[in-house]
């Protein structure tokens, strides 16, 4: 798998490669990371968009891609003054 992960935020800047992708189906691990990414971002689970999306997840309704890199590389625009 090919990847891309880009910051919209001045300064600009990413990280992009290739790598191995392990696909995970089991509900009780997707809802773990999915608690950990809304933690991340969101700062709780009480959010309605977290409760929706790890209820539906409960179901075996959602998949994890995990990326294994083989290459990467970064990049950044600095800021322009």
Same mark, same amino acid.
């Given at each position: 798998?090919?990847?891309?992960?880009?910051?919209?935020?001045?300064?600009?800047?990413?990280?992009?490669?290739?790598?191995?992708?392990? *696909?995970?189906?089991?509900? $009780?691990?997707?809802?773990?990371?999915?608690?950990? #990414?809304?933690? !991340?971002?969101l700062g709780t689970l009480?959010?309605?968009?977290?409760?929706? *999306?790890?209820?539906?997840? $409960?179901?075996?309704?959602?998949?994890?891609?995990? #990326?294994?890199? !083989?290459?990467?590389?970064?990049?950044?625009?600095?800021?322009?003054?």
């Amino acid at each position: 798998m090919y990847f891309s992960v880009d910051d919209v935020n001045i300064t600009y800047k990413g990280v992009k490669g290739k790598g191995t992708t392990t *696909i995970i189906e089991d509900p $009780k691990r997707t809802v773990s990371y999915g608690e950990k #990414i809304y933690m !991340k971002y969101l700062g709780t689970l009480d959010h309605p968009v977290p409760k929706m *999306i790890l209820d539906s997840a $409960k179901k075996g309704n959602h998949v994890v891609l995990e #990326i294994s890199p !083989k290459f990467f590389s970064t990049w950044e625009f600095p800021k322009v003054q």
